[in-house]
């Protein structure tokens, strides 16, 4: 089935000796129709676009000696840490309201996994990890006193 998480992902669901899906194959065949139409190389020179524009904000916030931290310790968050060794420099912490990953520590960079609160006031400036959700978590820092801007991956600064 098609689902609205994460701006649209496809759930496959498997039995053992289940009902055979009769729609799976024509959702697969639509899905790479979408990416041939789009044009794989179109797609990756977009992520490449998006991955320098992120690593040149983060070094601008550095040179600035900004105090900037992540939103949201999501999967893909996690990626774009290890990808771009700029973000994984730049982030004093990162924030999550989870509970089971505050404490912790992302692979690669060892970045710490913080509960957000008053502290959010003084932070410069924040990259939306789960990037989806940017509005949202936007929407709790400012509560919490953070005035600075808040980058998203893929679609630039949101303030």
Known sequence: EIVEVHGGSLRVTFQADGPQPSNLYDVLLAEDFALREMGREAFRYKAMMAQDALATWCQDQRHEENLVVGYGA??????LLNTIPDLGMTLAS?????KEKQGLLTAGYGVAIEK???????????VALSYPWAPQMLSQARAYGFRGPMYVPFHGELT
């Open 74 to 79: 999501s999967a893909r968050g996690m990626v």
């Open 94 to 98: 990162i924030v999550d309201d989870t």
């Open 116 to 126: 957000p609160g008053p502290w959010l006031k003084g932070v410069d400036a924040m």
